[in-house]
Every structure is written in structure tokens, then in C-alpha cells.
Nanobody, 121 residues
Framework: QVHLVESGGGLVQPGGSLRLSCTASGDNFPIETMGWYRQAPGKERELVAEIDRRGGANYLDSVKGRFTVSRDNAKRTVALQMNTLKPDDTAVYYC???????????????WGQGTLVTVSS
């Protein structure tokens, strides 16, 4: 059974930086997509950034140029480097790992427990 463990949230001033990390443990089958979502109070959860095994990445428009997603397939980790943070980035950030059913190991759609990022002066 795969588990996701996140770290790196906290309080930062506007314009500051934070780095989130997420590690998948459990089975050793490849994971197709790893990424980060966020949910602010009173809002729906939204995709922030995701990256596939080949390194192809997608970003939420509002974070392009400020956030960078990366992964290490061997270590089964995904990271989100967040720069020039804004108060609107305040949210609980969730790691996600996904794998189609036809892949070795079978279907996977797993979420981490969430880590709070607060951007405030």
C-alpha cells in the first residue's frame, strides 16, 4: 500500500519562498503522475502543478513563472519550489500520486494529508 508524506509548509511573508516535498512509500511500482493541489478556505481544490515520469509539467496559470515542480523517480519524490509568494497562495497544499490501472502495480489515486502554507506579513 502506497503512502504519501508531505513536508515543508509554514508561514512566510509576501515575496518569500517555500519548498514543499512529498515522498511516496509502499510499493515500488512506477507512478505516472505526481503533483500538487491546493484548497483555500471557502474555495474548491485546484491543481497547482503536476509532472509526469518523463518530466512533462503543467501549471496553474497564476503560479507560472513563480512555482517549479520537480520529481525524482528513483527516490519517488515530488517537490514544489514556490517563489515570490503572494497572500492569494495561502492554502492547504496536497500532494497527489496517480497511476493508470494498466500500469504495473495497478490503479493508484492517492492524496497526502495536506500541509498548510500561509503567506502573510
Amino acid at each position: 500500500q502506497v503512502h504519501l508524506v508531505e513536508s515543508g509548509g509554514g508561514l512566510v511573508q509576501p515575496g518569500g519562498s517555500l519548498r514543499l516535498s512529498c515522498t511516496a512509500s509502499g510499493d515500488n511500482f512506477p507512478i505516472e503522475t505526481m503533483g500538487w493541489y491546493r484548497q483555500a478556505p471557502g474555495k474548491e481544490r485546484e491543481l497547482v502543478a503536476e509532472i509526469d515520469r518523463r518530466g512533462g509539467a503543467n501549471y496553474l496559470d497564476s503560479v507560472k513563472g513563480r512555482f517549479t515542480v520537480s520529481r525524482d523517480n528513483a527516490k519517488r519524490t515530488v517537490a514544489l519550489q514556490m517563489n515570490t509568494l503572494k497572500p492569494d497562495d495561502t492554502a492547504v497544499y496536497y500532494c497527489r500520486a496517480a497511476r493508470p490501472g494498466v500500469w504495473p502495480g495497478g490503479f493508484l489515486d492517492l492524496w497526502g494529508q495536506g500541509t498548510l502554507v500561509t503567506v502573510s506579513s
